[in-house]
């Protein structure tokens, strides 16, 4: 089993914050390929990082989802389709081994 998360920016590149709709329809794609989807909405968490000697901060909510098997190419055709609608050089998108009772 794989628990398949995307690190997503509540703001563009300029702060302005992104619709609701454009999160909502991850979800709903998600939800529909995957038959579900946690989200961590409620308290952004924040990503602090160094680029080119500037300090960056982005708020992100994390959206998970568990799957049997990792299927690496639908999983990099849909972080690029987020990267270009979210209009991002990168969205982090992780992928571990997990273990359910």
Do not use: C
């Not at 509540?10 to 302005?16: C, M, P, T």
């Amino acid at each position: 089993m794989k628990l398949v998360q995307l690190l997503l920016p509540l703001n563009d590149n300029l702060g302005k914050k992104f619709p609701k709709k454009f999160f909502k329809d991850i979800k709903e794609e998600l939800t529909e390929k995957f038959s579900g989807v946690t989200a961590f909405s409620q308290s952004p968490a924040e990503g602090v990082w160094e680029d080119e000697g500037y300090v960056q901060k982005d708020q992100i909510i994390i959206y998970e989802v568990m799957v049997a098997e990792f299927d690496h190419n639908w999983w990099r055709d849909f972080n690029r389709k987020l990267e270009a609608k979210l209009k991002q050089e990168k969205i982090v998108l992780r992928w571990f081994d997990v273990s359910t009772l």
